[in-house]
């Protein structure tokens, strides 16, 4: 009976080292399909993804006609789900008045594009420009307005600096915002 209760353990034994592979292998199997294959050229960020979100801040507006006055700022800026386009709008406010700019950038190979209006003085053109090391140098330009605009990011912070060339009444805004 001894031999006979060894041989059925050892059977039993067998079955489940056998259960336990093929639960691991079906395991292994799970997973590997269950984890999706990425190509390197994928995991790059878009150049849109620091500034995603909301900001707020403070800054000074020039205008041709009057002193530089101090100026309250929130910015938004939301990204397609393609992460190639981003949608900008800056909403500031003065004791002199309101500036309102919307801004629709395309960027492709490190190269931005789009769209520039500001609402309230009614300048709008196109938009070109470059993705730079430390956030974006762009260009607006159209018989309404030539402006040149930098934005500077640094982690939760950013610099915003617009210099119109040619408009009738504005010279430059000069912001900087926190995330948040």
């Known amino acids: ?31 590997a399909i269950a984890t999706p294959v990425i190509d390197a050229n994928a995991v790059t960020a878009s150049p849109f993804a620091p500034l995603i979100g909301r900001w707020s801040g403070v800054g000074m507006i020039g205008y041709k006609a009057s002193p530089p006055e101090k100026i309250k700022c929130r ?29 629709n950038v395309k960027e492709s190979a490190g190269k931005l594009s789009g769209h520039w209006k500001e609402t309230i003085h009614n300048f709008e053109g196109d938009l070109t420009g470059d993705v730079t090391p430390k956030g974006y140098r762009v260009v607006i330009q159209s018989s309404d307005v030539t402006a040149n605009m930098d934005i500077i990011i640094d982690s939760n912070k950013q610099a915003v600096e617009i210099q119109f060339v040619d408009a009738s009444s504005l010279r430059g805004i000069t912001l900087v915002m926190t995330k948040g």
């Open 1 to 31: 009976m001894t031999c006979e209760l060894s041989a059925r353990a050892y059977e039993r034994a067998s079955m489940m080292k056998s259960i336990t592979n093929a639960s691991a292998a079906a395991l292994a199997f799970c997973f």
């Open 75 to 103: 910015a938004t800026y939301l990204m397609s789900d393609a992460q190639d386009e981003m949608k900008q709008t800056i909403r500031c406010a003065t004791a002199g008045g309101n500036v309102e700019i919307v801004s």
